[in-house]
């Protein structure tokens, strides 16, 4: 109990509690930063849970597809910690090595040990992609190629999207279209406008969730040459941006249930809206200088914090009313 006690710690904060040694599962849990990964399942059980609305369920695909997309997942963040340490962006005065142990900077893993396990997952990913692609068709792996790309060069050269502006944009189309897309595919063997239209909304507040890290790291990335697109846009329009991206959540619901894209009992996610409108008062006064004596243990990061709050009860409510809608049809 003790240990799953110190996992669940760490998947909730992304780090391990005062006093506590650092076990095999931990220092992995930490590396891979896997207090984000809900964002992952939300984005599958979307796409799933569409398909099964219209009489197309697969439970072996659905856990081959999670296995998977966590690993990438995964993957992902270990090879950004990578590309950032090496292009000397991720130092020691760097918010995302002081939020959370850095996996190289803190030295909680090798550079050998971060590229091998970045390429075992990898390995398991393509011969799930490889196995799927075989039962169910070509855009499989065609997805799963394009998601890999677009997540590899999010940070890696020549592209370093997170640089230019448009790692939000990528993050967006990731965890939108590609898994829950790609999830209904795997499901439906068919792929439509509706089930893309669909996975906007929830692919919005999964971009919120990284303009809010932006906001956070704003004066550091935009002394360090990162133009997000926070820094871009310039912090005051990043944040009117950043409310609009929260408020078209809901609106883009409302349009989708009134075109009959998805069932009408998506709208309980209309009981997030008191987080949202927490979310919008955050946005709209400026950050402490030091952390609240309540705040969780993730500081100096503050606006990703409650857009990441905002998020799991979004996409929470947003999953609970596709599972009523299957319910009421059966």
């Not at 855009?139 to 999207?161: C, D, M, N, R």
């Not at 089930?195 to 890290?213: D, F, Q």
């Not at 871009?232 to 950043?242: D, P, Q």
Request: glycine fraction near 6%.
């Amino acid at each position: 109990m003790k240990l799953l006690k110190k996992w669940k710690f760490i998947i909730d904060t992304g780090n391990i509690p005062s006093g506590e040694n650092i076990d095999f599962v931990s220092k992995w849990l930490i590396a891979t930063r896997a207090c984000v990964f809900s964002m992952t399942l939300t984005s599958i059980l979307i796409g799933a849970l569409i398909a099964a609305t219209n009489n197309h369920f697969n439970l072996f695909y659905l856990f081959l597809i999670c296995i998977a997309l966590i690993l990438a997942h995964a993957s992902n963040n270990l090879i950004n910690d990578f590309f950032d340490y090496k292009s000397g962006l991720d130092t020691k005065d760097y918010p995302r090595v002081q939020y959370s142990p850095h996996p190289l900077v803190s030295g909680l893993i090798s550079e050998k040990e971060l590229l091998s396990a970045f390429l075992i997952f990898g390995f398991i990913e393509l011969m799930i992609a490889i196995y799927l692609t075989l039962k169910i068709g070509i855009y499989v792996i065609v997805l799963a190629v394009i998601g890999f790309l677009l997540s590899v060069f999010y940070v890696a050269p020549p592209l370093k999207l997170k640089y230019k502006g448009l790692g939000e944009f990528a993050i967006f189309l990731i965890w939108g279209p590609l898994i829950t897309a790609g999830t209904y595919y795997v499901m439906s063997k068919s792929i439509n406008l509706n089930i893309i239209l669909a996975s906007i909304p929830y692919g919005l507040v999964v971009m919120n969730v990284l303009l809010g890290k932006h906001l956070d790291k704003y004066k550091n990335d935009e002394e360090k040459g990162v133009k997000t697109l926070p820094v871009l846009l310039g912090f005051e329009n990043a944040i009117k941006f950043t409310k609009i991206n929260a408020a078209m959540f809901y609106i883009i619901t409302i349009i989708l249930v009134f075109f009959k894209i998805i069932t009408p009992f998506t709208l309980l996610c209309f009981f997030s809206i008191k987080r949202f409108k927490t979310f919008l008062n955050i946005l709209d006064t400026q950050k402490p200088e030091k952390k609240p004596d309540s705040f969780p243990d993730i500081w100096p990061l503050w606006y990703v914090v409650w857009a990441f709050w905002f998020n799991k009860l979004a996409g929470g409510l947003f999953i609970t009313g596709l599972l009523i809608g299957i319910f009421i049809k059966i």
